[in-house]
């Protein structure tokens, strides 16, 4: 399957629809997820144009590693979350939904369970102020 530029992402990453941005720079743009999976939930999207994982250049993977990393830190520093999972989805099968390469961080925090993939949208209020404490420990 080929990449298709019409995608949400695509669209965020141009500036054509508007996100809780945490950072963004020539490699990537961080954003919080708006169906969070647990509070804090961060999406780093490298801007090079890929479905997933499978079709990704990885000259552009070997970029955005790095920042996947010091964001994963900022947003443990900034929700004090008692562990991180870091997903990544290949594939409606495999339960990808938006077609343009993304990593999830999603805190975990001990006795919650991880909430519905995609499901309930978040408070914008929270998710501002969540993008703001993570943008302040990265
Ligand atoms: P996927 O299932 O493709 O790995 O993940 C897509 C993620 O994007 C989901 O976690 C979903 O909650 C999130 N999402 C879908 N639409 C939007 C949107 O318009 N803005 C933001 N910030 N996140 C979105």
Same mark, same amino acid.
């Given at each position: 399957?080929?990449?298709?530029?019409?995608?949400?992402?695509?669209?965020?990453?141009?500036?054509?629809?508007?996100?809780?941005?945490?950072?963004?720079?020539?490699?990537?743009?961080?954003?919080?997820?708006?169906?969070?999976?647990?509070?804090?939930?961060?999406?780093?999207?490298?801007?090079?144009?890929?479905?997933?994982?499978?079709?990704?250049?990885?000259?552009?993977?070997?970029?955005? =590693? #790095?920042?996947?990393?010091?964001? *994963?830190?900022?947003?443990?520093? @900034?929700?004090? /979350? &008692?562990?991180?999972? $870091? !997903? +990544?989805?290949?594939?409606?099968?495999?339960?990808?939904?938006?077609?343009?390469?993304?990593?999830?961080? =999603? #805190?975990?925090?001990?006795?919650? *369970?991880?909430?519905?993939?995609? @499901?309930?949208? /978040? &408070?914008?209020?929270? $998710? !501002? +102020?969540?993008?703001?404490?993570?943008?302040?420990?990265?």
């Amino acid at each position: 399957m080929s990449y298709d530029p019409t995608n949400i992402f695509a669209k965020i990453l141009k500036g054509e629809l508007p996100c809780h941005k945490v950072y963004e720079d020539e490699t990537a743009l961080v954003m919080m997820d708006i169906f969070p999976q647990s509070r804090g939930h961060t999406l780093v999207i490298p801007r090079a144009a890929s479905r997933n994982l499978l079709d990704a250049d990885p000259a552009a993977l070997a970029e955005v =590693i #790095p920042l996947v990393q010091r964001v *994963a830190k900022a947003v443990q520093t @900034a929700t004090k /979350a &008692d562990g991180l999972r $870091l !997903a +990544q989805f290949n594939e409606a099968p495999a339960g990808q939904t938006v077609f343009h390469l993304h990593f999830h961080i =999603i #805190p975990a925090y001990e006795g919650i *369970a991880l909430g519905a993939h995609a @499901a309930g949208r /978040a &408070d914008d209020g929270e $998710l !501002a +102020q969540l993008a703001k404490d993570i943008a302040a420990a990265l």
